[in-house]
């Protein structure tokens, strides 16, 4: 079987990094060609690489959000696996925020910034929304949601310009603006949260992941060690759905007086 079903890869797909995510994909797309399994010539992009992929019947693999995950998807898609980006202090697949603030701001640490305006990036996003705001909560802080950006870069350049004071990245995201945005300059990261398992891999609910998780694993390894680099992706683990479903959420953002 060949050009069949939806694959997208939008979590991490940048303009920078697209060459090495369409690599990826090449080499995941002939593993699963080589065992007869369907799979289209190119990745999707644009707004139907998010819900429409993920809600897709024809979904063959997409990348979502642990949030959107357990709050939406969980029994509706298969969990295939979770890449490892090597973050430091997490256990493999997992990852953190960093909560970043303007580097001519004094404050130096999260209690400091408790009441301050947080940009953020979506209501169902972890590492934007839940994963800062829980972890604020958690050491006595209440950030002031002011800002919903539509994406991790703008919430840090709002930041960076003065349109709110804090933000929530991951820290997947946050590395790959340092290494590609220039106001990335202006910023310092002044905390983490917690560890939670990391952005999974997923297909449609028919899939067996069994069966897909070694093709996944052996596109990853294959590799080039440059478009690793380019991608942050050290390799491939399972992490069971009962540990991204035990992740706390915190209120909507609009029980904080969002817009």
């Known amino acids: 079987m060949t050009g069949s079903g939806i694959a997208s890869l939008a979590m991490y797909d940048r303009a920078e990094v697209q060459p090495a995510n369409d690599r990826l994909w090449a080499l995941i797309r002939d593993g699963l060609r080589a065992e007869g399994l369907p799979a289209p010539e190119a990745l999707t992009r644009g707004p139907q690489s998010y819900w429409p992929a993920w809600e897709s019947p024809d979904l063959i693999l997409s990348q979502t ?56 990036n979506e209501d169902l996003s972890q590492s934007g929304w839940a994963g800062p705001m ?20 703008l919430s840090a350049r709002a930041v960076a310009e003065g349109r709110a ?40 609910k028919d899939a067996d992941a069994d069966r897909l998780f070694p093709i996944l694993q052996q596109a990853v390894a294959a590799l080039s060690q440059e478009d690793r680099a380019t991608l942050c992706l050290k390799g491939l683990t399972r992490i069971s759905a009962d540990a991204y479903l035990s992740i706390p959420t915190p209120p909507a953002p609009s029980h904080f007086g969002a817009p």
Do not use: N
């Not at 958690?138 to 002031?144: E, I, W």
């Not at 310092?188 to 990391?198: E, N, Q």
């Open 134 to 153: 829980s972890h604020a909560l958690s050491q006595g802080v209440t950030l002031r949601p002011s800002l919903r950006s539509g994406g991790h870069v």
């Open 165 to 204: 004071e804090i933000a929530g990245i991951d820290v997947v995201t946050w590395t790959m603006i340092t290494r590609h945005d220039a106001f990335a300059a202006s910023l310092k990261v002044i905390a983490r949260t917690t560890p939670t398992p990391g952005l999974p891999w997923i297909a449609a």
């Open 65 to 120: 959000c642990g949030y959107p995950y357990r709050a939406k998807l969980h029994g509706r898609v298969t969990l295939l696996a979770t890449p490892d980006y090597g973050v430091e202090g997490c256990p493999p697949g997992h990852y953190v925020s960093v909560y970043v603030a303007r580097k001519d701001d004094k404050r130096d640490s999260l209690k400091a910034f408790d009441g301050a305006a947080l940009a953020f």
